[in-house]
């Protein structure tokens, strides 16, 4: 029951994002349900690892390769299915305690913060890259089988 409150709260914070970055209708909800499932990966990532690096990680992984996926279906950049469930994995509560701390003149606590921010979004960067460049490299998979040389052939006419 909890990760069906946590898929409705994030599906419903990912359709917000998506009406301020202006999506595409018909790719809007599509792109939102993604991010709920990716957000519901991360809880449960994190519940069974206790880390939020690895759940970050694995939640950015599934959903670009998600988005990869429903961009060549509905035929959108696959940025318009990545960016709302990117958003709500962002740090911004590592990022609000780094800053307080900074003001509060508590500098070792705040870099401490600091440090778990920049994990974070590490892990999720890591994880479109890696998902971004493993589609990319199948996308091309066919071509190559059809680009290969004959060396029999090589310098002759038609």
Known sequence: MFYIKEFIISTIAAVGFGLIFDLPKKALYISSLAAGFGWVIYKV???NTNSVYLGSLISALVMTATAEILARIYH??????????IINLCPGEAIYKSMTNFI???TYIAIGFLYKALGIAAAIAFGVLLASSFSS?????????H??????KFGRKK
């Not at 490299?137 to 190559?144: A, I, M, P």
């Not at 680009?147 to 029999?152: A, E």
Request: glycine share 4%; charged share 25%; no cysteine.
């Open 137 to 145: 490299s199948l996308k091309t998979f066919k071509e190559r089988n």
């Open 147 to 152: 680009r290969r040389t004959d060396f029999t």
């Open 76 to 85: 959108h950049p696959a940025s318009v299915f990545i960016l709302p469930g």
């Open 104 to 106: 509060a003149n508590n």
């Open 45 to 47: 990532v994190f519940a």
